[in-house]
């Protein structure tokens, strides 16, 4: 289990890298932690049903990469 995990972990970071590069022409660091806080978010909400904590894990993601495009891009 602890190796799914963090394979997975690592997979994410990758894909968010892979994503950064191939759409917007620039690395930028900040992404893998976009997609990993929801990730995160949605593990951490086990005691509520799975499509709550899918929906209150991807408004978290949503509303961190708007916080993120405010204060880092304009």
Request: charged fraction near 5%; proline fraction near 4%.
């Given at each position: 289990m602890n190796a799914l995990m963090s394979a997975?972990?690592?997979?994410?970071i990758a894909v968010a890298f892979t994503l950064a590069i191939g759409v917007l022409?620039?690395?930028n660091?900040?992404?893998?932690g976009l997609f990993m806080v929801p990730a995160v978010?949605?593990?951490l909400r086990a005691h509520i049903a799975w499509p709550i904590a899918?929906?209150?894990?991807?408004?978290s993601?949503?509303?961190l990469a708007l916080l993120v495009e405010r204060f880092t891009y304009r």
């Amino acid at each position: 289990m602890n190796a799914l995990m963090s394979a997975s972990v690592y997979a994410l970071i990758a894909v968010a890298f892979t994503l950064a590069i191939g759409v917007l022409n620039f690395l930028n660091f900040s992404l893998p932690g976009l997609f990993m806080v929801p990730a995160v978010s949605g593990m951490l909400r086990a005691h509520i049903a799975w499509p709550i904590a899918a929906l209150l894990a991807v408004a978290s993601g949503g509303l961190l990469a708007l916080l993120v495009e405010r204060f880092t891009y304009r």
